[in-house]
């Protein structure tokens, strides 16, 4: 009973803040008469999502297929490469300072080459671009937790004389894990927000991204605005995904 | 006309709730201008919590906590003490210098002022040429003499001290108990010390109040006749020993009494 | 050791060119691999050589000043921005850190959205330039740019300096209730120092959002000017001239480094007499 007194006490401010804003905005638009153009209200972006709720959902596939192809090759590519990393130490060195600063940088812009080297209607590269993407959030994550173990731990091994393949299983990967998690945490959001960034340098009009654009450009903003609201829910969704990915992955560990 | 004075005051901390906890139960005590007091007892005893009730951290459930004849609320509000912890707590973003001025600068004092007193302080603890360090380049023992020149810096009538050598080593720690009396003898503060160890408090006071465990109460006082003079032959008189043995066995009693055949609600 | 990185990349792209098919190929049945003519991928030194000449056939510019020009709008306004972004963000958490029930009810959705794809709001706030009047104000087109770069780089920075504040030690606040200091005089001389550690990584984060949101709002909507529209331009041009789009994506680079420069600057002076911990 204190338990739930005290959650509610925690998450009814978060929801009456949110009730609070929504009812402000709705009111806002109706009193002072706001064109579309500039705000809309929500109960017509509700009703604009409903309305084309098909049409939505296709283009959140797109969008989403792009994300999540990027994300897995990323993944993939990321964790085998950190793997390499932690094995030539020096690799490690020349990387890590040229993946922080690529953080710096948007390197999204690199889809508008690398949209010349395919096909005009080909999706593949924006699935290269979040796999590029991903691939250095889980390398710099990972190759990490492959390097900062314990010294008491390895000390341990090596007074046990194991191998190096022996530490890299017993001590290394498992000290590994919750980076990966980690990565995905940040990576998973990141793969959707460049799939939905790529989309905007042409090539292919199916995703998300793209309709947006196309709908404002027709002056109908209460669809682009629902279609903003699908690549929040979208972004929400592959997030959701990773935590709970990595909450199962806690479950095992000793708290 | 005494610099700290407590009547009957009570500390309920969750009053009527299910975790409700009784730090404090109806603690008496008087401290004079110029004394050296120690509150010793066991973990949870509510000595930190007595302390508080005198800075005014705390407010008492029930009672009157009086410091240089003025409400505790008040005493705070005119910066009447200064007050010191285990962790010396320095700014780590200031020099060792600006944070003995940080007192003063909340009080309003002027830029010279400030860096006069400043100046006297660091003479006081004897670190001088270490005005323009930075606290991580200090080692815990300087750390924590800054941290008590920092309290002094306002020149209080009044010192208040939680268990600030408990991080030292034990070397260091005797070391510092020195420095404390001879600090606290040149500039006359009275002092109310809260500490674990018995012959850290029979050393530094005057008296030493034993404390029970939850809920608190003083169970005993003990007077420590060693005189004001105090140096290392001090640790080897027989009156040294006999102060430790009087508290050791009032801190033993009541742990025997909660610890005894027949304790049913422990 | 950056420098060696960047080598080793170079390395990679020539060997590729010259081994890869020309008109791309297929991996394990997928149609993967990029193409490597001449106009999909350019050898790397003519990359460079075509910043010297002109942009546009006839032109006076080369399109290093092209690049140079571009790059440096974009930078004006990412730096607008994300100054916009700063005063808000630390604005905002200093009123959660003072007022409790705000930031029970703001501070969640300040952290979902940093998992939302907010930049698909672009459009919507470019599209406000040119048509929005208020009094005499006409909405200019680049603001919205701005806009859009204060918006992504105000919640990594709220939510950031918000956690700093909160990381006074209690025996710090302890000390200041005994000093009877007021909560402002606590905010200025505890928690705000204290949080420093925290904001530095907040700030990095928004610098780069704010460079990302002002490159996506150039490129949605072709803001004349910034580099963004440029990179656009450029790839268009591809068939004929297929160099010159990586000497726009340079310029991009560029803006994104010399933001994270001079916030990287600005982190080092302010922490100068720390010591050396980080923070996480």
């Known amino acids: 009973m204190k338990e739930t007194r005290r959650w509610l006490g925690n998450t009814l ?32 972006i509700w009703g604009q999502f409903t309305t ?66 395919y096909s005009i209607t080909s999706e593949i590269p924006r699935r290269i671009m979040v796999a590029l ?46 980076f990966l998690f980690v990565a995905l945490k940040i990576a998973a959001p990141a793969a959707v927000i460049t799939a939905f960034v790529s989309e905007y340098f042409g090539g292919s009009q199916n995703g998300l991204g793209s309709r947006i654009s196309s709908n404002i450009a027709n002056a109908k903003n209460a669809a682009a605005w629902a279609y903003v609201l699908a690549a929040c829910l979208l972004g929400l969704l592959f997030y959701l995904f990773s935590a709970v990915m990595e909450s199962l992955n806690r479950k095992g560990e000793a708290k | 006309m005494t610099a700290v004075s407590i009547r ?46 005198i800075a005014n951290l705390l407010e008492p459930t029930n009672g009157e906590v009086v410091v240089n004849d003025k409400p505790a609320a008040q005493a705070r509000l005119d910066q ?35 860096a006069v007193r400043a100046n006297e302080m660091l003479e006081l603890v004897q670190l001088r040429e270490f005005g323009d360090h930075y606290p991580w380049q200090l080692s815990g023992g300087m750390q924590q003499r800054i941290a008590i020149a920092r309290a002094l810096a306002a020149h209080p009538p009044l010192l208040l001290m939680d268990e600030p050598f408990g991080a030292l080593d034990e070397m260091t720690r005797e070391y510092m108990q020195g420095e404390l009396l001879r ?18 408090a029979v050393y530094l006071s005057n008296r030493v109040v034993v404390m029970s465990p939850r809920p608190g109460r003083i169970t005993k006082t003990v007077d420590v006749p060693l005189g004001g003079e105090r140096n290392e032959d001090t640790r080897n008189r027989t009156a040294f020993f006999e102060a430790i043995t009087a508290v050791r066995e009032g801190l033993r009693g009541m742990h025997a009494a909660h610890v005894g055949l027949g304790d049913d609600d422990r | 050791m950056f420098l060696a990185a960047l080598v080793l990349v170079v390395v990679i792209w020539e060997t590729y060119k010259a081994l890869g098919p020309a008109d791309g190929g297929k991996l394990l049945g997928v149609r993967i691999l990029p193409r490597t003519s001449e106009y999909a991928m350019p050898h790397v030194w003519d990359m460079f050589s075509r910043f010297n000449r002109p942009e546009v056939r006839g032109s006076d510019r080369t399109v290093f000043d092209a690049v140079l020009a571009g790059a440096w709008y974009s930078f004006r306004l990412s730096a607008t921005g994300f100054v916009m972004g700063g005063v808000v963000g630390v604005g905002l958490a200093v009123l959660m850190a003072r007022f409790r029930l705000v930031q029970r009810g703001v501070l969640p959705y300040l952290v979902v959205s940093q998992t939302v ?75 705000f120092p204290t949080a420093v550690p925290y904001m530095v990584p907040a700030f990095r984060l928004g610098a780069s959002s704010a460079v990302i949101g002002v490159v996506v709002a150039e490129i949605s909507t072709g803001l004349r000017g910034g580099i963004g529209r440029l990179i656009i331009e450029y790839a268009r041009e591809a068939t004929g001239d297929p160099a010159k789009v990586y000497t726009a994506i340079f310029g991009a680079a560029l803006l994104g480094l010399t933001m994270a420069g001079v916030v990287v600057a600005v982190d080092v002076f302010v922490m100068r007499n720390r010591p050396k911990e980080s923070v996480s």
């Open chain 3, 117 to 191: 794809p907010l930049i698909a709001l672009a459009p919507l706030v470019v599209s406000w330039g040119g048509k929005l009047e208020v009094g005499p104000f006409v909405w200019p087109r680049w603001l919205s740019a701005s806009l859009l770069g204060a918006f992504l780089s105000f919640f990594p920075i709220a939510v950031g300096t918000l956690r700093g504040l909160a990381a006074a030690p209690a025996s710090s606040v302890e000390l200041l209730q005994s000093y009877a200091a007021s909560w402002t005089k606590t905010l200025f001389k505890l928690r």
């Open chain 1, 13 to 44: 401010p978060t929801i009456v803040f949110g009730a609070l804003f929504l009812g402000l905005w709705e009111w806002v638009v109706r009193f002072f008469g706001l064109k579309p153009y500039f705000l809309t209200a929500p109960s017509a």
């Open chain 1, 52 to 117: 084309n709720f098909s049409l939505i959902r296709g283009a959140a596939t797109v969008s989403g297929t792009n994300a999540l192809i990027g994300l897995l090759a990323g993944t993939v590519l990321g964790v085998a490469m950190s793997f390499v990393l932690s094995r030539f130490r020096f690799l490690n060195q020349l990387i890590t300072p040229l993946a922080v600063a690529l953080n710096a940088v948007p390197i999204f812009v690199l889809v508008a080459v690398l949209n010349n080297m």
């Open chain 1, 133 to 178: 993407v991903v691939y250095f959030i889980v390398l710099v994550n990972v190759a990490r937790g492959l390097t900062e173990v314990s010294p008491t731990h390895v000390e341990l091994m090596r007074s046990y004389a194991a191998s190096d393949v022996a530490i890299l299983r017993k001590v290394r990967i498992p000290n590994a894990v919750p």
């Open chain 2, 183 to 200: 600090i606290c003898a040149a500039t006359g503060t009275t002092v109310v010390f809260v500490t674990h160890s018995i012959p850290e």
């Open chain 2, 80 to 114: 009447d003490y200064g007050m010191a912890f285990q962790q010396a707590g320095l700014f780590e973003w200031r020099t060792v210098r600006k944070n003995i001025e940080l007192p003063l600068e909340l009080k309003g004092w002027d830029k010279p002022d400030r």
């Open chain 2, 8 to 53: 009957n005051a009570n500390k309920i901390f969750n009053k009527g709730k299910a975790n409700q906890v009784d730090a404090l139960r109806d603690v008496s005590l008087d401290v004079e201008h110029g004394e050296f007091v120690s509150l010793i007892g066991p973990s949870g005893c509510g000595k930190s919590t007595l302390l508080r009730l």
